[in-house]
């Protein structure tokens, strides 16, 4: 199933495999001028193409190499010569990505081969925009936001999807993910205007500034919770999980345990950040 809908200037496709009369998860990608931000994923790319079909679109970005993001990629290049560009480090990430999870083949399925160039050097421009490619690691390593910094636009790609979240990958580093947050709201942008987020979750967010540093302020609190019930009141992290999320997400069993808050607690534990 697709769904399109426009913010201003950019046009956002949001994308989810169609299961039994139901979409089991939306993920969202972005047309912009000339240029699509995220391709969704496989199950998705024959709807994606018929979209695009009457679009100005000649290259696409791929904002890393998680396969609900690249799924579009084989098809959209075959059928509309797009040029497809990614930061060099997802390269070896797309051409050798881990196993996946069952939840993975069923929600998102396998991409087909495309051939991804990386970008060298860090912008990318249309007839309209140019683009800044920041490399934000933490949500994965190749992880790469693009901001237009005329506008303020930053698609954000999986890095910031809102400003709490409960669970995390396995395979996430939340003091990257923080720093790289940091290093968003240092980028200089059009000082009148705001920073507005795209999330490749669906969520927009006109104040970016404001969502960005609750969310950092978010991570430091459980962060610092966490620490004092696990020293003051000796709870395990089985104890600290239900204390501050009042139990692991129903998302842990149905993923195989690839989601948890249990990743994100001992992610913020193992990563702290150095005493001031
Ligand atoms: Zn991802």
């Not at 930053?154 to 999807?161: A, K, P, R, S």
């Not at 969520?203 to 003051?232: D, M």
Request: contains cysteine; charged residues 25%.
């Amino acid at each position: 199933m697709i769904v399109a809908e426009k913010f201003g200037k950019v046009t956002q496709i949001k994308m989810g495999r169609d299961y039994e009369g139901r979409v089991l998860y939306w993920v969202a990608a972005y047309l912009v001028d000339s240029l699509l931000i995220d391709t969704g994923c496989s199950y998705t790319a024959e709807e994606l193409l018929e979209f695009l079909e009457d679009k100005p679109v000649k290259q696409a970005f791929i904002t890393h190499y998680h396969e609900d993001h690249i799924g579009g990629c084989a098809l959209l290049q075959e059928k509309l010569n797009l040029k497809i560009w990614s930061n060099p480090k997802s390269l070896p990430l797309i051409g050798n990505p881990p196993p996946f999870y069952p939840y993975q083949e069923l929600v998102w399925g396998h991409p087909a081969a495309a051939e991804i160039e990386a970008l060298s050097g860090n912008e990318l421009t249309t007839d309209l925009y140019t683009f800044k490619a920041v490399n934000t690691p933490g949500h994965s390593s190749d992880h790469t936001v693009l901001i237009e910094p005329d506008q303020g636009w930053c698609f954000t790609g999986d890095l910031f999807v809102a400003e709490k979240v409960k669970v995390l990958r396995a395979d996430e580093n939340s003091k990257e993910i923080m720093e790289s947050l940091q290093k968003i709201l240092c980028f200089k942008t059009n000082p009148d205007l705001d920073l507005t987020l795209f999330t490749a979750l669906g969520k927009v967010v006109p104040r970016g500034r404001k969502a960005i540093t609750s969310f950092l302020y978010y991570l430091g609190n459980i962060q610092k919770e966490a620490e004092r019930l696990q020293s003051e009141e000796s709870l395990n992290t089985e104890e600290t999980v239900i204390k501050l999320f009042g139990g692991e997400s129903t998302l842990t069993s149905l993923t195989d345990n690839h989601l948890s808050c249990k990743n994100l607690l001992e992610s913020l534990l193992k990563n702290k950040p150095a005493q001031a």
